[in-house]
């Protein structure tokens, strides 16, 4: 590298800072604390370099250090048994946990968000979001098969919604279909306090064998260290435009972009040439750039290796030649991946990127000196430790309590309050309030938003939206494959953080069940507010706290997951929202059980019984009334429901089978039917008379563990007396009646399939066009 | 270490042991997404897919050809703009006129590069509702007289998945009107047409009948488990694009209709 | 550098779904005055160096191959801006 | 009638994935005097009769709001053209 070709900084090197100890620098625009330069200084033993000062600042910012949860996430790590570890191959702490699904096959996924972005620009935020799970996914060394949106937006009707609901949309599609990824299912939900703060996140599956599992680390002395992809651009450096300032020369500094463009082919081409380089095996350690960029690569790929890296930054291949050193290590533009590659495979590696024509640069090389080293055209501009920057950030036990208004909160329930005036209980009423429920906002039919993904590409779709859980083939041999669902409920959460933490896992696990499939792992991303404020960090201890206990009970491991914090307009924190997403196995996913009945006079069952729960549910939310207490957690009841269903599709005793969550019996009544357009009978009286609720209770209340199934004629005998070995509450509530064209529920109106149809498909279309 | 099967790549071949010979090339371009699925269907038809490189210069000893979906160049300047350039199109579109009359089928994407390339007349443009759509669709089969369509009766209604952004297909009125005349209207859609498509086309051939192309995936709908009826269950069945696999490799081996 | 402007719009006889749905939204927002839009791309190509006759041919072929497809669009302008 | 054209192009600090594609495709055909590639978007507002003050304000207003997303494009262009 001559100098001529590089450009001329005012470049801080690391013996010009051993020379200055007191020159300023910009920590506190760069967002460190006193404390945090403070230690920085100390780490070093000298004030950092304008480029460490780079790297510091991103690596230990609450998004890379998770220094506000940290102390808390731990339990994930902590409350888990032997029995939960054995299926485990990786765990919490690489880019994606990896669980074992058997026959030398394994599985691993995340759900990460991408909130911020995605409220400044719907499209492009939504659709990077896609991009940067995806490359988790493919640095374990797996192929994504599979991706999901769970999806959280403002007031239906609020001017700025369409705005947010068409662009993520559009961008979750653009970006994933274009990936060849199928979308297998998400969540949507609206409720003004997400209107300035929406929440997309955004989930990826991948699958490989044993022996591909690839690994974050760089070892090997004299191994080298690629970048490959797309360029380095200014991306994600806006707020660190204090770093232009180390520019001296004439070319002034072009702007930095305000947001990151995503190049769904450039990141298509990038599976598809790493899936190449896995099978060649000619990387022995791989790391995505993510958040943090090369400062984030570098540091984790040398600190979890066994010896140092050392890296020449003029050899990275820019998209905009301004850029500053520092600039370049914070930079996030998308599509690149880094890697460590022997001698002997270089020619090899060369051979993939030129066949499917990726831009790659070799940057350096793996040394046993402990340290991680970054010249700039010769000159030392990092010289540190890299576990420093990478592992030992600052962690903050924040203060947290119990909110003051919790109890009054939780005083306030549903039943008896001015909007449960006039509760419907005549059979007109009760017709109105059924159609009502599945034309609300949340509860309608999603096919708005789900016809515009892809969920046949890849030929494995064994069952997708409006399923309970998305159902993927791994092995086209035996038919081995995974289910996955995510569920939270923002309202529950708010109402009680430590059960709705426990009430969205119980859904998801219960979602996955219901498909057939056995419950194996779990990934979450916990979306709240500022956890400066000590209301909401009560909200994310008790979250946690809660969802490691629920883990523990249900016998699902956390393998991963994502904290976005800060989500709150002013001071005004989100409901908190942490979304729960489970994995399960199925061996044969012919075996999986859709959500709809088909085949007249089928009996159908409700599994599980019903209590007075409303506070928090959507009736009460149709109703603008939001405290109480959240329906009841009870995991011994969904673990039993949970093998009820999976004995049950593995056996053939069920041939449809719905889970009850929101909007309780009604709407999966109503969902069940439309799902084939085939109408049923039924009768609640037992179950009233039963669990002494009234009929409105019977249809509204949202208690869980509970289901409804259809049951072959040939099948009732087998079934009941499993659910009776069991000790499980069953009751035959009706038949499925091809003909009749309607759901026909004794003491409500005759609901035509056609109208429950047009109610529950017209919402979005009608606000979204 | 061993090597990562890749997904699709694992499924035993279907019955009729005397297709296995015909083998149908399937070409990959960067950002080609169903090419794992093409292939799955011909070897669920029976038949040997043959993987084909975009850059690759010759065709090998391939009897046809499957262009799959996907966004090759990310579709980025027009569907198939860029991929209508790539050095094996060249031998592709040679060996289509040549009097051999290579059947090649064109999928969405593949479908756009054969306009692109000119071996099948007008072109894609956005869908009128400007949204991708992915929908189970209903096409009736127009003429059965194609490489790719002989295992169907002619007015057969079929489902098959679709899902595309660039669907609508036009082209000038007297161009409509020589295809309507030549019987060279391939497939139509029934009951709805989902993206603005001039004269409801779904998909076209060329004058011979060995090109065909067109905007929906008869590959998603190959494999009972995994097409329209388990996926969204409104009629059809899942195996109704078997038929057009089934076909060209019948032809090929000589086999009768 | 000099750069090349390549202009390229839908054929006039062509129905444009983009331009069609940008005229239904203009009133909405008050822009009354336009009774149709057509939507086209622009493509600015960057010349390292002298923009000759040579290179001009090239971006006029590279308009009417590569850039525009004659079946839908027409290449409405080709010209040489100067930065 | 006349028409204002309106030109709109990438930010030039932003990644432009679709003149990134072209710019890969042009060497492969011939075209080899390009070292960069920009796409954008041209749009053609027909006005119906005369083009006044406030209608030339309305298409910037309407560039500035509808036909461009002001995050990651410039109006780089609006002008009048009579046909
Ligand atoms: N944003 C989305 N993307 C993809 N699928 C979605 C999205 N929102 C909802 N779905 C799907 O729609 C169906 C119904 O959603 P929901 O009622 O939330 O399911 P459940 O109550 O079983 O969790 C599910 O299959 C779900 O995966
Ligand atoms: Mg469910």
Same mark, same amino acid.
């Given at each position: 590298?001559?100098?001529?070709?590089?450009?001329?900084?005012?470049?801080?090197? %690391?013996?010009?800072?051993?020379?200055?100890?007191?020159?300023?620098? +910009?920590?506190?625009?760069?967002?460190?604390?006193?404390?945090?330069?403070?230690?920085?200084?100390?780490?070093?033993?000298?004030?950092?370099?304008?480029?460490?000062?780079?790297?510091?600042?991103?690596?230990?910012?609450?998004?890379?250090?998770?220094?506000?949860?940290?102390?808390?996430?731990?339990?994930?790590?902590?409350?888990?048994?032997?029995?939960?570890?054995?299926?485990?191959?990786?765990?919490?702490?690489?880019?994606?946990?990896?669980?074992?699904?058997?026959?030398?096959?394994?599985?691993?996924?995340?759900?990460?968000?991408?909130?911020? +972005?995605?409220?400044?620009?719907?499209?492009?935020?939504?659709?990077?979001?896609?991009?940067?799970?995806?490359?988790?996914?493919?640095?374990?060394?797996?192929?994504?098969?599979?991706?999901?949106?769970?999806?959280? $937006?403002?007031?239906?009707?609020?001017?700025?919604?369409?705005?947010?609901?068409?662009?993520?949309?559009?961008?979750?599609?653009?970006?994933?279909?274009?990936?060849?990824? +199928?979308?297998?299912?998400?969540?949507?939900?609206?409720?003004?306090?997400?209107?300035?703060?929406?929440?997309?996140?955004?989930?990826?599956?991948?699958?490989?064998?044993?022996?591909?599992?690839?690994?974050?680390?760089?070892?090997?002395?004299?191994?080298?260290?690629?970048?490959?992809?797309?360029?380095?651009?200014?991306?994600?450096?806006?707020?660190?435009? %204090?770093?232009?300032?180390?520019?001296?020369?004439?070319?002034?500094?072009?702007?930095?972009?305000?947001?990151?463009?995503?190049?769904?082919?450039?990141?298509?081409?990038?599976?598809?040439?790493?899936?190449?380089?896995?099978?060649? =095996?000619?990387?022995?350690?791989?790391?995505?750039?993510?958040?943090?960029?090369?400062?984030?690569?570098?540091?984790?790929?040398?600190?979890?290796?066994?010896?140092?890296?050392?890296?020449?930054?003029?050899?990275?291949?820019?998209?905009?030649?301004?850029?500053?050193?520092?600039?370049?290590?914070?930079?996030?533009?998308?599509?690149?991946?880094?890697?460590?590659?022997?001698?002997?495979?270089?020619?090899?590696?060369?051979?993939?990127?030129?066949?499917?024509?990726?831009?790659?640069?070799?940057?350096?090389?793996?040394?046993?000196?402990?340290?991680?080293?970054?010249?700039?055209?010769?000159?030392?501009?990092?010289?540190?430790?890299?576990?420093?920057?990478?592992?030992?950030?600052?962690?903050?036990?924040?203060?947290?309590? /119990?909110?003051?208004?919790?109890?009054?909160?939780?005083?306030?329930?549903?039943?008896?309050?001015?909007?449960?005036?006039?509760?419907?209980?005549?059979?007109?009423?009760?017709?109105?309030?059924?159609?009502?429920?599945?034309?609300?906002?949340?509860?309608?039919?999603?096919?708005?938003?789900?016809?515009?993904?892809?969920?046949?590409?890849?030929?494995?779709?064994?069952?997708?939206?409006?399923?309970?859980?998305?159902?993927?083939?791994?092995?086209?041999? =035996?038919?081995?494959?995974?289910?996955?669902?995510?569920?939270?409920?923002?309202?529950?959460?708010?109402?009680?953080?430590?059960?709705?933490?426990?009430?969205?896992?119980?859904?998801?696990?219960?979602?996955?069940?219901?498909?057939?499939?056995?419950?194996?792992?779990?990934?979450?991303?916990?979306?709240?507010?500022?956890?400066?404020?000590?209301?909401?960090?009560?909200?994310?201890?008790?979250?946690?706290?809660?969802?490691?206990?629920?883990?523990?009970?249900?016998?699902?491991?956390?393998?991963?997951?994502?904290?976005?914090?800060?989500?709150?307009?002013?001071?005004?924190?989100?409901?908190?929202?942490?979304?729960?997403?489970?994995?399960?196995?199925?061996?044969?996913?012919?075996?999986?059980?859709?959500?709809?009945?088909?085949?007249?006079?089928?009996?159908?069952?409700?599994?599980?019984?019903?209590?007075?729960?409303?506070?928090?549910?959507?009736?009460?939310?149709?109703?603008?009334?939001?405290?109480?207490?959240?329906?009841?957690?009870?995991?011994?009841?969904?673990?039993?429901?949970?093998?009820?269903?999976?004995?049950? =599709?593995?056996?053939?005793?069920?041939?449809?089978?719905?889970?009850?969550?929101?909007?309780?019996?009604?709407?999966?009544?109503?969902?069940?039917?439309?799902?084939?357009?085939?109408?049923? /009978?039924?009768?609640?009286?037992?179950?009233?008379?039963?669990?002494?609720?009234?009929?409105?209770?019977?249809?509204?209340?949202?208690?869980?563990?509970?289901?409804?199934?259809?049951?072959? /004629?040939?099948?009732?005998?087998?079934?009941?007396?499993?659910?009776?070995? /069991?000790? $499980?509450?069953?009751?035959?509530?009706?038949?499925?009646?091809?003909?009749?064209?309607?759901?026909?529920?004794?003491?409500?109106?005759?609901?035509?399939?056609?109208?429950?149809?047009?109610?529950?498909?017209?919402?979005? +279309?009608?606000?979204?066009? | 270490?061993?090597?990562?099967?890749?997904?699709?790549?694992?499924?035993?071949?279907?019955?009729?042991?005397?297709?296995?010979?015909?083998?149908?090339?399937?070409?990959? &371009?960067?950002?080609?997404?169903?090419?794992?699925?093409?292939?799955? @269907?011909?070897?669920?038809?029976?038949?040997?897919?043959?993987?084909?490189?975009?850059?690759?210069?010759?065709?090998?000893?391939?009897?046809?050809?499957?262009?799959?979906?996907?966004?090759?160049?990310?579709?980025?300047?027009?569907?198939? @703009?860029?991929?209508?350039? @790539?050095?094996?199109?060249?031998?592709?579109?040679?060996?289509?006129?040549?009097?051999?009359?290579?059947?090649?089928?064109?999928?969405?994407?593949?479908? *756009?590069?054969?306009?692109?390339?000119?071996?099948?007349?007008?072109?894609?443009?956005?869908?009128?509702?400007?949204?991708?759509?992915?929908?189970? *669709?209903?096409?009736?089969?127009?003429?059965?007289?194609?490489?790719?369509?002989?295992?169907?009766?002619?007015?057969?209604?079929?489902?098959?998945?679709?899902?595309?952004?660039?669907?609508?297909?036009?082209?000038?009125?007297?161009?409509?009107?020589?295809?309507?005349?030549?019987?060279?209207?391939?497939?139509?859609?029934?009951?709805?047409?989902?993206?603005?498509?001039?004269?409801?086309?779904?998909?076209?051939?060329?004058?011979?009948?060995?090109?065909?192309?067109?905007?929906?995936?008869?590959?998603?709908?190959?494999?009972?488990? &995994?097409?329209?009826?388990?996926?969204?269950?409104?009629?059809?069945?899942?195996?109704?694009?078997?038929?057009?696999?089934?076909?060209?490799?019948?032809?090929?081996?000589?086999?009768?209709? | 550098?000099?750069?090349?402007?390549?202009?390229?719009?839908?054929?006039?006889?062509?129905?444009?779904?983009?331009?069609?749905?940008?005229?239904?939204?203009?009133?909405?927002?008050?822009?009354?005055?336009?009774?149709?839009?057509?939507?086209?791309?622009?493509?600015?190509?960057?010349?390292?160096?002298?923009?000759?006759?040579?290179?001009?041919?090239?971006?006029?072929?590279?308009?009417?191959?590569?850039?525009?497809?004659?079946?839908?669009?027409?290449?409405?302008?080709?010209?040489?801006?100067?930065?």
């Amino acid at each position: 590298m001559t100098t001529e070709t590089t450009k001329k900084f005012n470049i801080d090197t %690391v013996e010009n800072a051993a020379k200055t100890p007191d020159t300023e620098l +910009p920590w506190a625009e760069l967002g460190l604390k006193q404390n945090e330069f403070d230690e920085v200084v100390k780490v070093l033993g000298r004030r950092p370099t304008g480029a460490e000062l780079a790297m510091y600042s991103v690596m230990w910012s609450e998004h890379c250090s998770y220094k506000s949860s940290k102390n808390h996430l731990r339990q994930f790590g902590q409350k888990v048994t032997e029995e939960m570890k054995k299926d485990m191959l990786v765990g919490i702490g690489e880019n994606a946990g990896v669980t074992n699904l058997g026959d030398g096959w394994a599985v691993t996924f995340k759900i990460e968000s991408h909130n911020s +972005p995605s409220f400044v620009e719907p499209y492009q935020g939504a659709a990077t979001g896609i991009g940067g799970i995806v490359r988790d996914i493919i640095s374990m060394g797996a192929r994504p098969v599979a991706v999901m949106d769970p999806l959280r $937006f403002g007031a239906i009707d609020h001017p700025d919604t369409a705005r947010v609901m068409h662009g993520a949309v559009a961008g979750i599609g653009g970006y994933g279909n274009s990936l060849g990824l +199928p979308n297998i299912g998400g969540e949507m939900v609206f409720d003004s306090v997400y209107q300035g703060n929406p929440l997309v996140n955004a989930l990826a599956v991948g699958v490989m064998r044993h022996e591909d599992i690839r690994l974050a680390n760089a070892s090997g002395k004299g191994n080298k260290v690629v970048l490959f992809g797309a360029r380095t651009g200014g991306d994600g450096i806006g707020g660190a435009s %204090v770093l232009a300032s180390e520019s001296f020369d004439d070319t002034k500094p072009s702007k930095r972009p305000a947001v990151q463009v995503g190049d769904p082919f450039a990141e298509k081409v990038l599976i598809e040439c790493c899936l190449e380089l896995f099978k060649g =095996s000619l990387v022995e350690g791989i790391q995505d750039l993510g958040a943090a960029g090369i400062s984030c690569a570098t540091s984790e790929l040398a600190s979890n290796g066994d010896g140092g890296m050392q890296v020449e930054l003029t050899s990275v291949l820019l998209r905009d030649p301004t850029l500053t050193p520092g600039e370049i290590l914070m930079s996030e533009s998308q599509e690149r991946m880094m890697a460590v590659v022997t001698p002997e495979n270089i020619e090899a590696f060369e051979a993939v990127m030129e066949k499917w024509a990726v831009e790659y640069s070799w940057l350096g090389e793996v040394t046993d000196t402990g340290r991680l080293i970054i010249t700039w055209d010769g000159e030392v501009i990092v010289d540190v430790d890299p576990r420093t920057v990478a592992h030992d950030g600052p962690v903050y036990d924040r203060p947290y309590a /119990r909110p003051e208004w919790q109890d009054a909160v939780q005083a306030d329930t549903f039943t008896g309050s001015v909007q449960d005036a006039g509760r419907p209980s005549s059979p007109a009423s009760l017709a109105a309030a059924v159609t009502e429920l599945v034309a609300s906002p949340n509860m309608c039919s999603k096919a708005w938003i789900t016809n515009q993904y892809d969920r046949y590409v890849g030929g494995n779709t064994a069952m997708a939206f409006p399923d309970d859980a998305g159902v993927v083939r791994v092995d086209e041999e =035996s038919g081995l494959g995974v289910a996955l669902a995510t569920d939270a409920n923002g309202r529950y959460t708010y109402l009680d953080p430590y059960h709705g933490a426990q009430l969205a896992l119980a859904e998801a696990y219960r979602n996955v069940a219901t498909s057939g499939a056995v419950p194996m792992a779990v990934s979450d991303c916990l979306n709240f507010g500022s956890p400066e404020d000590p209301d909401v960090m009560w909200q994310l201890a008790e979250a946690i706290r809660g969802l490691s206990d629920a883990c523990m009970e249900l016998g699902v491991p956390v393998t991963g997951g994502n904290v976005s914090l800060y989500n709150q307009t002013g001071t005004t924190p989100i409901h908190p929202s942490p979304v729960v997403a489970v994995l399960g196995k199925l061996d044969d996913v012919a075996r999986r059980t859709p959500s709809g009945w088909r085949e007249d006079g089928q009996a159908i069952y409700l599994l599980g019984t019903t209590a007075a729960e409303l506070d928090g549910s959507e009736w009460a939310n149709m109703r603008g009334h939001l405290g109480g207490q959240p329906p009841k957690v009870d995991l011994a009841t969904e673990r039993a429901l949970g093998e009820i269903l999976i004995n049950a =599709s593995r056996d053939g005793m069920v041939d449809s089978a719905h889970d009850l969550s929101e909007g309780g019996l009604a709407a999966a009544l109503v969902e069940s039917s439309l799902r084939y357009g085939v109408g049923a /009978r039924i009768a609640l009286q037992d179950v009233m008379d039963r669990d002494g609720v009234d009929l409105f209770t019977a249809l509204f209340s949202e208690t869980q563990g509970r289901a409804i199934v259809g049951v072959p /004629r040939s099948e009732e005998v087998r079934f009941t007396d499993m659910c009776t070995a /069991r000790g $499980f509450a069953h009751a035959r509530i009706g038949v499925v009646d091809a003909a009749s064209g309607a759901l026909e529920i004794n003491g409500v109106d005759s609901l035509s399939l056609d109208a429950l149809r047009e109610a529950h498909e017209g919402t979005l +279309p009608k606000y979204f066009g | 270490m061993t090597e990562l099967p890749l997904i699709g790549e694992a499924i035993a071949v279907a019955a009729e042991p005397r297709l296995a010979g015909a083998r149908i090339g399937v070409v990959t &371009f960067p950002g080609t997404l169903d090419d794992r699925d093409a292939a799955r @269907a011909v070897r669920l038809a029976g038949g040997t897919a043959v993987p084909l490189w975009h850059a690759d210069t010759t065709l090998g000893d391939v009897d046809a050809v499957v262009i799959p979906g996907g966004f090759s160049y990310g579709d980025y300047l027009r569907a198939g @703009a860029i991929a209508r350039f @790539a050095p094996l199109m060249s031998k592709i579109i040679d060996a289509a006129n040549s009097d051999a009359k290579l059947p090649v089928l064109g999928i969405c994407n593949g479908f *756009q590069i054969l306009t692109e390339s000119h071996l099948l007349p007008g072109s894609m443009i956005k869908n009128d509702h400007l949204k991708f759509m992915c929908r189970d *669709q209903v096409l009736r089969v127009e003429n059965s007289n194609t490489a790719w369509t002989l295992d169907y009766e002619a007015g057969q209604e079929i489902t098959v998945p679709l899902k595309n952004q660039d669907g609508q297909y036009i082209a000038e009125e007297k161009v409509l009107d020589g295809l309507e005349a030549e019987g060279r209207v391939v497939f139509r859609y029934v009951g709805f047409n989902p993206n603005g498509s001039r004269r409801d086309i779904a998909g076209i051939s060329n004058a011979a009948g060995n090109v065909v192309g067109l905007m929906p995936h008869p590959e998603h709908a190959v494999e009972v488990g &995994f097409g329209p009826e388990s996926l969204d269950g409104i009629g059809g069945t899942d195996t109704d694009g078997l038929g057009f696999f089934t076909s060209v490799l019948n032809k090929i081996v000589g086999g009768a209709k | 550098m000099p750069r090349i402007v390549v202009d390229v719009m839908p054929k006039p006889e062509i129905l444009d779904p983009q331009g069609k749905a940008i005229v239904g939204a203009l009133p909405r927002l008050g822009f009354t005055g336009f009774s149709s839009v057509r939507q086209g791309k622009r493509f600015e190509l960057t010349v390292d160096g002298e923009v000759t006759d040579a290179i001009l041919a090239q971006a006029r072929e590279a308009a009417e191959t590569l850039l525009s497809n004659p079946v839908i669009e027409d290449v409405v302008n080709v010209e040489v801006v100067e930065a």
